[in-house]
């Protein structure tokens, strides 16, 4: 059995291909395991660390902003369009897998149509709520249509019924133990963690509003803070801090560039501040978190806006715009939910009622409805 992941540009599209091919490699211990991605994306890197086959092709995406250097990105974009289609079908006939899967991102489209034209079976799964450019391009093209959230329905013209699969999410989630990761973490049992962080990269906005934030509470020494940085910022956070008259070293403020134990730290946490990221809110469901969403306004067709609403409308999150973070608005939400247990408990219900735990199992089925009817 030879299954093909494509897809890539950020670690939304990439990771739940990798944890779906995780899964069946586990189950199939023999199955070969293939991902193209674009050529020096980080894909290619976070693929070879997976130990599967990375296959790159030189591809770009399109800028919707007009400027003169965007005219000129665009061209090139279009010319790599032909190269990236021949690119792809080369190496779908060389490869010859039983199954493609698409999981978003520019590079995906070339090499599903191919796939697609080459009578090859295969699927697309889209994990926002607001279905993205190549998605909509190539749902009518593919087999099988696999939504992370129900709602992204609504927004696609589908000849056939999408499967709600969610979006897989790391192991950990959903299964550590509150208690013992305070515990792991020496954080006091009777105090509530406030968990914070822009994205692995950071975001200055957020860095900004939640200085303000510890600023305003940290001697009240009542909320366990935790933030992260972003690498980049990391310096320039503890300065603001300082800056604000914070003691960096209090018991009570915790500083990482990186949390590179977001498991654990999302298990320990009575509320989370954070980006709207498809992962990311799946992350949250699956552990039944409460959540201050700040969407980011600067990606595609502002779908973390959309993905954020979803939880909105169930009650688990309150949505902040980053245009509002300006105000004390973060301030007061925060201030209105950490310290109310029924309405947190309330929250975190909504949350859990939105998580699918069992995402890869169900994406790996559809897989193998595909491969069984390829092969018979």
């Not at 320990?268 to 809110?281: E, N, P, Q, S, V």
């Not at 939910?337 to 949350?351: C, G």
Request: charged letters at 20%; aromatic letters at 6%.
């Amino acid at each position: 059995m030879h299954i093909l992941f494509a897809g890539g540009g950020t670690a939304g599209h990439i990771n739940p291909a990798l944890a779906v091919a995780s899964f069946i490699k586990a189950k199939h211990p023999h199955a070969k395991i293939s991902y193209i991605g674009k050529k020096g994306g980080m894909e290619e890197r976070l693929v070879a660390e997976c130990g599967f086959d990375f296959y790159g092709i030189s591809v770009a995406g399109f800028q919707r902003r007009i400027s003169l250097k965007n005219i000129g990105r665009n061209a090139s974009a279009a010319v790599k369009v032909f190269t990236a289609s021949a690119s792809a079908r080369k190496l779908l006939l060389s490869l010859r897998p039983d199954v493609v899967v698409g999981t978003g991102g520019y590079v995906s489209g070339p090499v599903l149509r191919q796939a697609a034209k080459l009578g090859i079976k295969t699927a697309i799964h889209e994990q926002n709520a607001f279905p993205g450019v190549t998605t909509k391009m190539l749902i009518n093209l593919v087999d099988t249509v696999m939504l992370a959230m129900p709602e992204a329905k609504a927004r696609l013209e589908l000849k056939n019924p999408p499967v709600i699969t969610g979006n897989p999410v790391r192991a950990d989630f959903g299964i550590l133990n509150k208690a013992d990761c305070k515990a792991a973490l020496s954080l006091p049992e009777d105090k509530p963690v406030l968990l914070s962080a822009g994205g692995s990269l950071g975001a200055g906005p957020i860095n900004n509003a939640v200085c303000k934030l510890i600023a305003e509470k940290w001697k009240s020494n009542d909320i366990i803070f935790i933030h992260g940085t972003g690498k980049a910022n990391y310096n320039s956070f503890i300065e603001m801090l300082r800056a604000a008259k914070v003691d960096v070293n209090a018991d009570n403020v915790i500083i990482k560039d990186y949390i590179n134990n977001m498991g654990e730290c999302m298990a320990a946490a009575d509320l989370i501040i954070a980006r709207a990221g498809a992962i990311t809110l799946s992350e949250l469901a699956v552990c039944g978190k409460p959540s201050v969403l700040i969407p980011s306004p600067y990606v595609a067709e502002n779908h973390q806006f959309h993905n954020a609403m979803s939880l909105k409308k169930l009650g688990a999150a309150e949505v902040i715009e980053e245009k509002e973070l300006d105000s004390d608005i973060l301030i007061n939400t925060v201030e209105k939910l950490i310290h109310n247990k029924p309405v947190l408990e309330k929250m975190s219900s909504k949350a859990l009622s939105a998580a699918i735990p069992n995402s890869c199992e169900l994406i790996y089925k559809e897989i193998m409805k595909l491969y069984t009817s390829h092969k018979y």
